[in-house]
C-alpha cells in the first residue's frame, strides 16, 4: 500500500502483531522501503497465517469494490489450518433489512480462487440490488 503522497515508499504488513486463529487485535504497520532494522523487527511478529485470511477478506470487499459505505460482512477462517479456508459472506441493504449471506471453502493456495468464488456467489444471488451506486 502507498505510503504518505509525496513520501517515502512504505511496505504494508497486514497480519502484524495477530498470533494464530486470533485476528481481533490485529494491526496493519508501514515501513519506510529500505529499513533493514524495522524490516526484521516487523517480520519477527508478522503472522502470514493471519496475512492471507485478511486478505481473502479484503479481497472480497475490493472486487465488490466496495467502500466505508458498503453494509458488508466477510470472515475467513481455517478449517483445515493450514490447507483450507472457509469464507462466510454477507451484503446488507443499508436501509431496510433485505441481506444475501454465502458461504464457500476452498484451499488456502488460491486466495484468488475463493475471493472469485465468493463473489460469483454473491452476484449469482443479485448482491448489485443491495451495493451503494
Known sequence: MPGVPGGPCYTAHPGLGAGPGHRRGHARVEQRSGDTIAAHLLDAINDPATARLLAVERGVLAQLKGTCQTACSVHAHYTDKPHRIRVDAAVFHPSHGDAIRVAATGPADDLGGLVENVTQ????????????R
Open 121 to 132: 456467489l454473491l452476484h449469482g444471488e443479485g448482491v448489485e440490488r443491495l451495493l451503494p
